[in-house]
């Protein structure tokens, strides 16, 4: 089956830790974006890549990082300077060929602080 | 800055009412808007998307309208049953190479047996 798989489903993180959060695909997709979801809150944009070895800020990047090493992987490290990293965390993928190509989204890993 | 509103924030219909979930937008010059539904604690999965130049679109029973010189989209939901409970998000579509998304904070739907 092709999708977007995301891993763990819960993440614990203790003070001071940096912390990874997996996204895979198997869709061929050009490219990947990282979301928050906070309660209350619209989703944010974190990071976003649209080719491999190349990623950009998105709108609350700070305090996190990420690599596109391979195609179908797109990793986020929640790092330590991250002072609120509670939350839902949602990858997404997308073709690039077509304009009208939707966001597909994985089923994203709820990250707790211990 | 492009900002998203919808509303209500939640509702709950019994099932079998028709009912109209709310998007606005304040930055018209926009690419598309986009509906997705959520479930909890899950990702989302894409409704429908309405282009720019379209004013409507339609699934099943779900229809949804754009006025984009108004910064204003609807999705309708006819007919609804429980298994529509859950929360609809809007998102609008900015044209900035990447494609951006903006999203509202969503409209939480229960539709009661």
């Known amino acids: 089956d092709g999708g977007i798989t995301q891993s763990p489903k819960y993440l614990f993180r203790k003070e001071g830790q940096n912390v990874t959060l997996s996204c895979e695909q198997n869709?061929?997709?050009?490219?990947m974006y990282w979301y928050r979801q906070d309660p209350g809150q619209g989703l944010r944009l974190i990071y976003y890549s649209q080719i491999v070895n190349d990623f950009q800020k998105g709108d609350i990047a700070e305090g996190y990082s990420v690599s596109r090493e391979k195609k179908e992987s797109f990793p986020l490290t929640v790092t330590s300077a991250q002072k609120n990293p509670t939350a839902f965390y949602l990858c997404?993928?997308?073709?690039?060929?077509?304009?009208?190509?939707?966001?597909?989204f994985g089923p994203g890993t709820r990250l707790l602080v211990l | 800055k492009q900002e998203v509103t919808q509303i209500p924030a939640a509702l709950s219909v019994p099932e079998g009412e028709n009912l109209v979930l709310n998007c606005s937008f304040t930055d018209s010059a926009i690419y598309n808007l986009q509906w997705f539904r959520q479930d909890p604690g899950k990702g989302l999965t894409s409704l429908l998307l309405i282009q720019s130049s379209q004013r409507e679109q339609t699934s099943g029973r779900l229809n949804a309208s754009l006025d984009k010189s108004s910064g204003r989209s609807t999705l309708y939901i006819a007919a609804s049953q429980p298994g529509d409970s859950a929360t609809y998000l809007c998102?609008?579509?900015?044209?900035?190479?990447?494609?951006?998304?903006?999203f509202g904070t969503g409209t939480r739907l229960l539709v009661s047996p």
């Open positions: 997404a993928s997308r073709r690039l060929a077509g304009t009208q190509e939707t966001q597909y």
């Open positions: 869709l061929n997709h050009d490219a």
């Open positions: 998102a609008v579509i900015m044209n900035t190479g990447f494609q951006k998304l903006v």
